[in-house]
């Protein structure tokens, strides 16, 4: 097992500490860095940035050829970590000698330690990992009583601020929808910064609200899925997403993934907060809409090519998204492309 020990007082450290242990170059703009490494020891990619609050994000996605243990070790005081694990496992556990945790796939993570102790992650050999760690830092800015960041602490500690914390939740695919959208950003330099750290929070705030929802006793009872079942729910979102012209019916999504009608619903509703049909639907929309905008086709064909059998339906909820008609839209895109 190859042991790698990093420190996490600043974000340009830890990838210079990272650097010396995978090899690899690391990369940075606006104070986001990227580490990429392809050698025999490691392939893929790390990348972190810091925001304001003091807090800051660093994202695996790596496959390692051995067992790795990173020891994270703390300043003068421990950070908070909140994590999620979108591809593979890994463990955790507080030093060496302790219990050892295991955070599955699209399990979500909340952990801090004494002052004085490590936070140990154990990632798997040849099991590609794929896993995001938001850390709030021990010290607010100054003169920032009521910040972000002292009030994540306040919530989580205010009676035992010394005390080990670990907490693992439930299944969760809509924070790895959103982490997905934080990767998407393609804009460069300040935009990026903004438009991540906009995401950041999102993705914070829905960490901090899962583990309120797992205190609640109904919770536990609702969220029934297994694991299985989510990654199926997940493979046909992406298959309606790709092709929402196709004919799904619940029939036909229930037999290609074993589910139930039952448990396809209640997987939608907790992943995307529609029912299967309305997600086909949405999902029909938003292609229209590309469609509109980037192909020569008129409204009438578009109507049919995605799927939908009436052009007054399709009106009707275009409407009700983009707030005009179709060809409302398409003709404040170009008024000379209107033909239909």
Do not use: W
Not at 165 to 187: D, H, M, P, R
Not at 299 to 323: A, D, H, L, M
């Amino acid at each position: 097992m190859k042991i790698v020990t990093l420190h996490t007082d600043k974000i340009q450290n830890l990838f210079r500490e990272l650097s010396t242990n995978f090899g690899g170059k690391v990369t940075c703009d606006v104070d986001e860095y990227t580490l990429e490494v392809n050698n025999n020891l490691v392939k893929g990619s790390i990348m972190g940035a810091s925001f304001n609050d003091n807090i800051s994000y660093v994202q695996f996605d790596m496959t390692f050829s051995a067992d790795i243990r990173m020891d994270i070790t703390n300043g003068k005081s421990a950070p908070i970590y909140f994590a999620y694990c979108s591809k593979g496992n890994l463990s955790h556990s507080f030093g060496v000698a302790a219990e050892v945790r295991k955070l599955k796939t699209f399990q979500t993570a909340i952990v801090t330690s004494k002052s004085a102790k490590e936070n140990n992650l154990f990632f798997e050999k040849d099991k590609k990992t794929k896993f995001t760690l938001i850390i709030v830092g021990s010290q607010p800015e100054v003169n920032q009583a009521n910040s972000l960041n002292q009030m994540v602490r306040d919530t989580f500690f205010q009676e035992n601020p010394e005390e080990e914390f670990f907490y693992a939740g439930s299944y969760n695919l809509k924070i790895g929808e959103k982490i997905e959208q934080l990767n998407a950003v393609n804009q460069t330099g300040i935009v990026r910064n903004l438009l991540k750290e906009g995401i950041l929070r999102i993705i914070l705030a829905m960490e901090i609200q899962q583990h309120s929802d797992d205190l609640k006793a109904f919770s536990k009872e609702t969220n029934c899925l297994s694991l299985k079942e989510m990654e199926e729910i997940k493979e046909l979102s992406e298959a309606i997403k790709a092709n929402p012209e196709e004919p799904f019916t619940i029939k036909s999504l229930s037999k290609k993934s074993g589910l139930s009608p039952n448990k396809l619903q209640e997987g939608f509703k907790m992943i995307h907060d529609r029912t299967v049909n309305d997600y086909i639907t949405h999902m029909r929309v938003l292609k229209a809409e590309i469609l509109i905008r980037t192909s020569d086709l008129n409204i009438s064909e578009i109507v049919y090519c995605i799927g939908f059998t009436s052009r007054s339906y399709f009106s009707k909820i275009f409407k009700q998204k983009f707030n005009c008609s179709p060809k409302e839209y398409k003709f404040n895109l170009n008024p000379l492309a209107i033909t239909a």
